[in-house]
């Protein structure tokens, strides 16, 4: 069965500062990996996407994640962050062939001034 | 386009009372789907459906049934309302019915309070 295990609940960083969510996952088949992001009373957006290809994958607002296959890892990084980016991250996981995505439980990314 | 819409965005509710979340989507997605997020939990599968007449378990099916007659609509249905049902629910979809690639687009959510 897959999982996704995001290490941390809340994450306060400084507005400019870089900041790294971290994501891992378990699976026995291969798989697609994405994260989503939660607005305040919205619904989940996608940010970015790994399906294949180049390990580095990378949003349109300077966010960017890398599948490390050995380590089961998709961590998110932004090297400077800003106040509009305070909201909740998800990491999901689907697997190859199948119709479910399973999420993590999330981060809450709080950007002060 | 309107998306993904969700009815009602918010209900109050006694225990053992039923009622439907609704689920509409225009975009002629074969993928639909209901989560329930719950703090520290994330978001939680409850049933999923891949076309017009096809439904199927999630993570945590228990308590809650699903029917889809048409490409469009995607009802979530609590029978018999508990309290360990409060959260909040969102309906999502994809285009295709395999999830090899799959992106969803997620409704603006129900926020249910079981008293």
């Known amino acids: ?113 | 386009n309107a998306g993904v819409t969700q009815t009602p965005k918010f209900q109050v509710l006694k225990t053992g009372q039923s009622m439907t979340l609704q689920c509409a989507q225009d975009m002629n997605h074969e993928y639909m789907s209901w989560y329930r997020q719950d703090p520290g939990m994330g978001l939680r599968l409850i049933h999923y459906s891949v076309g017009a007449g096809i439904t199927d378990q999630g993570e945590v099916p228990n308590g809650y049934n699903v029917s889809r007659s048409t490409t469009e609509d995607f009802p979530l249905r609590l029978l018999s309302a508990a309290p360990s049902q409060t959260s909040v629910y969102f309906c999502a979809s994809s285009r295709d019915r395999s999830l090899r690639a799959n992106v969803l687009t997620f409704g603006a959510g129900s926020r249910l309070t079981v008293l």
């Open chain 1, 1 to 113: 069965a897959q999982s996704v295990t995001q290490l941390d609940s809340q994450v306060p960083v400084f507005e400019e500062a870089p900041v790294e969510l971290r994501c891992n996952y378990s699976s026995s088949v291969s798989v697609y990996l994405f994260w989503y992001v939660q607005y305040p009373n919205q619904g989940l957006q996608l940010l970015l996407k790994y399906l294949s290809g180049s390990t580095l994958v990378e949003s349109i607002n300077g966010f960017e994640a890398e599948f490390n296959k050995s380590q089961t890892s998709f961590h998110l990084r932004k090297p400077s962050v800003h106040i509009s980016d305070t909201a909740e991250y998800f990491c999901a996981v689907s697997d190859g062939g199948g119709f479910k995505t399973i999420f993590g439980a999330g981060t809450r990314l709080f950007v002060k001034a």
